[in-house]
């Protein structure tokens, strides 16, 4: 059956103390309102109508999705206005699940679930027993049918003393809910159109309102301060953790180890502590990564070894490769197949090919270094004129010796030797040798200064 999806984000967020609204506050690298986004995508939604009230340039300008439908709720009356706003776009014969947009961590299956209940009866709630239910709505029932959501604030004592609580999200058809919503009053403790009155309307007319439930608590949770964004983003490093290790990657300590983003891998991948994944990350088989190492947006190929405190963003790591400790690949980084970066390396839009190694202290900048050359100690492509940038060549082979500097544009030939400590300004031709520093002059026995009184 056809069905859509109203996201409830108008709420202010006014305990985050944010000028950015609370539903873009990021959870694993990811607006926390995208994240609902994704996941009601990934079932299929025909239309997912977004509530907003706050920050609705700042909205549109980071938030992306199929069939997204912005609903302007002017001022915040309560849930149930809410989710009147989108009344004009439901269809009567459609199944329409509200959800809550501060609840970022919901799942899929959950939501599967949710739907499976709903086509067996004509209102699914989905509910969940806390120890602590202060604040929140509580399930009325009357056997398995529930007949009413009161709010903590409307509640009796006895009323007070049920632990099964309103996660704010339910399903139920377009033609009921626009029909309740129509009749809604603000007659109540708070002053506010509850969403969740539509449940008594409903249990009056004698409709069957079934629950269905969360695998694991944190999927309902909301976020109102830091403190609670800070609790679900471990809750869901800790989700994705698993669902890695589940599928065989080994994660030094599940609890030090963070995903901002999507990870694929091949098999036999170790990954020791405090690794940040961001963006889109491919690694192959048998990659290891060492500790403290941030990889964003790329890709490390089948046996390469990442050595701790690295820093891999936008760039390519052929097979067999290692790089670091402290090395550092930006954007445009490209290595080849068994290629070595070492320590204080820094590359950025330059390829090193086949078996070539920069091992030590190095800069390889707009560069392109030929299969086998042998990059020294200290060598620097000088790539930057102070208004332009310049490529450097180096052939196959060639062996730049330590505390070279590069000019570029230049070109090292293919088997050519650099000496150490030569500034290069002209191109060397193929298996030259260049050297170009001052001469070594020795003075004999030469005195020492003296000190003066
Ligand atoms: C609501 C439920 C309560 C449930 C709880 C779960 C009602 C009346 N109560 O209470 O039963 O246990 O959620 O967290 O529905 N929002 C708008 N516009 C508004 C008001 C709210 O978009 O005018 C949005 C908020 O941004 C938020 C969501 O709706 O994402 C829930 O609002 P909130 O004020 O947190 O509701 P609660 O009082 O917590
Ligand atoms: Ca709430």
């Not at 992306?64 to 709720?73: A, E, I, K, V, Y």
């Not at 014969?93 to 919901?106: C, K, R, S, Y």
């Not at 809750?235 to 080994?250: H, I, N, P, S």
């Not at 089948?302 to 790089?323: F, K, L, R």
């Amino acid at each position: 059956m056809a069905f859509s999806v109203v996201i409830l984000a108008a709420g202010k967020g006014t305990r985050m103390k944010s000028s950015k609204p609370k539903v873009l506050h990021k959870i694993g690298g990811i607006p926390m309102v995208q994240r609902i986004i994704n996941t009601v995508d990934a079932l299929d939604a025909d239309a997912i109508h977004l509530i907003y009230g706050h920050g609705g340039e700042q909205l549109q300008a980071e938030l992306t999705g199929d069939n997204l439908n912005w609903c302007l709720q002017q001022e915040q009356l309560g849930t149930g206005h809410a989710v009147q706003q989108a009344v004009p776009f439901i269809q009567d014969n459609e199944d329409v699940l509200v959800l809550v947009g501060d609840a970022p961590l919901i799942q899929k299956d959950t939501l599967a679930r949710l739907k499976a209940v709903k086509a067996e009866c004509d209102v699914a709630l989905l509910t969940v027993n806390l120890d602590d239910p202060t604040g929140m709505g509580r399930i009325i029932r009357e056997g398995e049918n529930i007949t009413a959501i009161v709010e903590h604030k409307d509640a009796t004592e006895a009323q007070k003393a049920i632990t099964e609580i309103n996660t704010g999200m339910m399903m139920m058809q377009g033609a009921d809910l626009k029909r309740w919503l129509g009749s809604l009053s603000n007659n109540n403790a708070q002053g506010e159109y509850y969403l969740t009155d539509v449940i008594e309307m409903a249990a009056s007319e004698g409709k069957q309102i079934r629950a269905a439930h969360p695998e694991e608590v944190s999927e309902v949770e909301g976020i109102n301060n830091r403190l609670q964004l800070a609790n679900l983003e471990r809750a869901l490093q800790f989700r994705q953790a698993k669902a890695l290790m589940t599928d065989g990657v080994y994660l030094a300590d599940p609890h030090r180890f963070d995903l901002r983003g999507e990870v694929t891998h091949g098999t036999d991948v170790e990954i020791d502590i405090n690794v940040v994944i961001e963006g889109k990350v491919a690694l192959g088989s048998n990659v290891t990564i060492g500790p403290n190492c941030i990889l964003k947006d790329c890709t490390i190929a089948d046996g390469s070894v990442i050595e701790a405190n690295s820093i891999i963003e936008q760039a390519s790591v052929g097979e067999s490769c290692t790089v670091g400790p402290f090395g550092r690949l930006r954007p445009g980084a490209k290595m080849l197949a068994k290629a070595k970066v070492g320590n204080f390396v820094e590359m950025k839009k330059a390829v090193l090919g086949e078996g070539a190694k920069a091992n030590h202290l190095t800069y390889l900048g707009d560069a392109e270094v030929g299969a086998g050359a042998n990059i020294g100690a200290g060598t620097i492509t000088c790539n930057y004129d102070g208004v332009n940038k310049s490529k450097t060549e180096i052939g196959e082979n060639a062996f730049i010796g330590s505390n070279s500097a590069l000019v570029a544009p230049v070109s090292v030939g293919k088997g050519a030797t650099v000496g150490a400590g030569s500034i290069v300004t002209s191109n060397v031709e193929d298996n030259a040798l260049a050297v170009a520093r001052s001469k070594q002059r020795n003075i004999a026995n030469w005195p020492r200064p003296t000190k003066k009184n």
